[in-house]
T-cell receptor, first 114, second 109 residues
Framework: DTAVSQTPKYLVTQMGNDKSIKCEQNLGHDTMYWYKQDSKKFLKIMFSYNNKELIINETVPNRFSPKSPDKAHLNLHINSLELGDSAVYFC?????????????FGNGTRLTVT | GQNIDQPTEMTATEGAIVQINCTYQTSGFNGLFWYQQHAGEAPTFLSYNVLDGLEEKGRFSSFLSRSKGYSYLLLKELQMKDSASYLCAVRGSQGNLIFGKGTKLSVKP
């Protein structure tokens, strides 16, 4: 009965490769997010989707492309991976209608680019 | 611009009380959240404040002053398991959470 699940948990790959991270939520939320947490533990928003529509697209290289096939799924595809992409990527979801609705986070995907 | 400040690290003793401060300057404000994150795990929700004042939840309390752009998280009767990072976050005008860099709390026996 996991609320927000993302796969894989660990991802080790070489520079230049293309990889995807999948995220699914079963909370019935209408908004999903991708956050990046760097080595200094700073959590930064990358993307936000509301009912499959892109709402937030922060200054992220266009090698990163989110895809939301439905409001319960938000996947992240990364092309031409670079060393600086190494980080923990967290998927999250919330119900936007209530501003007091907290974000629920998945367990994170630790990406290591070698 | 967006700016959320909190101390980088704090140390406290088991059984004591600790207060973690957070100051913010953001272009939009729709509430302030506190999250706890243990090493290697996901952040988990602790508290939410949108009106001025104190919200109490068991051993944890959170305070907000909107006019001062200030919040604090108060942890009472500290336990070893409270050793974690505590993240202050403001909900902006687009609904996402803007996080501070977190405060790493170490609880010592």
């Amino acid at each position: 009965d996991t609320a927000v699940s993302q796969t894989p948990k660990y991802l080790v790959t070489q520079m230049g490769n293309d990889k995807s991270i999948k995220c699914e939520q079963n909370l019935g939320h209408d908004t999903m997010y991708w956050y990046k947490q760097d080595s200094k533990k700073f959590l930064k928003i990358m993307f936000s989707y509301n009912n499959k529509e892109l709402i937030i697209n922060e200054t992220v290289p266009n090698r990163f492309s989110p895809k939301s096939p439905d409001k319960a799924h938000l996947n992240l595809h990364i092309n031409s991976l670079e060393l600086g992409d190494s980080a923990v990527y967290f998927c999250a979801s919330s119900q936007v209608r209530g501003y007091n609705s907290p974000l629920h986070f998945g367990n994170g995907t630790r990406l290591t680019v070698t | 611009g967006q700016n959320i400040d909190q101390p980088t690290e704090m140390t406290a003793t088991e059984g004591a009380i600790v207060q973690i401060n957070c100051t913010y300057q953001t272009s939009g404000f729709n509430g302030l959240f506190w999250y706890q994150q243990h090493a290697g795990e996901a952040p988990t929700f602790l508290s939410y404040n949108v009106l001025d004042g104190l919200e109490e939840k068991g051993r944890f309390s959170s305070f907000l002053s909107r006019s001062k752009g200030y919040s604090y998280l108060l942890l009472k009767e500290l336990q070893m398991k409270d050793s974690a990072s505590y993240l202050c976050a403001v909900r902006g005008s687009q609904g996402n959470l803007i996080f501070g860099k977190g405060t790493k709390l170490s609880v010592k026996p």
